[in-house]
């Protein structure tokens, strides 16, 4: 957090550095992080600093074994960024993220039955299944590749392709106990399904990110 803080002031001191001397330029872009925009401070020749938000919202289900999630995502990131142009308009940027990045899981039997680390329940007996999921650490580390300078004078096209340090995400699962007399052995299933779905989320822990987007300068 104290990288990214000092990132953003060194973006408010090229700010009010604007006028006389820093190119500068906003950008659009769409991609894994979900919709987003850039404000752009030219420092020289071949580094720009840009500080930056994105965020998506995204619902859908996936299945684990014999249980489906209903699952809600939130992305939300602020980016502080700096490009360093080695050949042309090719670059190298690195930066850090400041991520809020939560996902929400409702989980639902199939065909009435919840299988919970191999150990099957009417839905009767469970009355809900549910957990969260939070994308790794806060404040990440991201290293990228790109093309494009978003303080280059007119319109123009970006594309950055890099990865997310975002370190492994966190899962937290539970379910209630319905009518079922098996309450403690319930408790202990979720506890292994909750191990099993953390296994299977690890290899998140490198995000990868591909943007594309088009800036004016000036």
């Known amino acids: 957090m104290k990288i990214l803080k000092a990132v953003l002031l060194a973006a408010g001191i090229a700010a009010a550095g604007a006028a006389q001397a820093v190119d500068m330029g906003v950008g659009l872009r769409v991609g894994t992080n979900g919709l987003g925009a850039d404000l752009g401070f030219g420092l020289s020749e071949r580094f720009t600093l840009r500080v930056g938000y994105s965020g998506l919202s995204w619902s859908g289900d996936f299945e684990e074994e014999d249980i489906t999630y209903d699952t809600k995502l939130r992305l939300a990131a602020f980016s502080g960024l700096l490009d360093w142009k080695f050949w042309r308009q090719v670059r190298l940027t690195v930066g850090l993220v400041h991520a809020k990045n939560k996902g929400d899981l409702t989980g639902t039997p199939t065909g009435g039955t919840f299988t919970i680390n ?101």
């Open 118 to 218: 191999d150990v099957d329940y009417a839905a009767s007996e469970v009355g809900t299944v549910s957990g969260t999921v939070r994308m790794g650490k806060s404040a990440t580390p991201y290293l990228g590749i790109g093309y494009g300078d978003i303080a280059r004078k007119g319109l123009s096209f970006y594309a950055d392709l890099g990865i997310l340090f975002q370190g492994k995400p966190d899962v937290e699962l539970s379910a209630s106990c319905g009518t079922t007399a098996r309450c403690a052995q319930l408790q202990a299933d979720v506890e292994a399904e909750e191990r099993k779905l953390q296994e299977d989320l690890d290899k998140f822990k490198y995000y990868p990110v591909l943007n594309l987007g088009i800036a004016y300068g000036w």
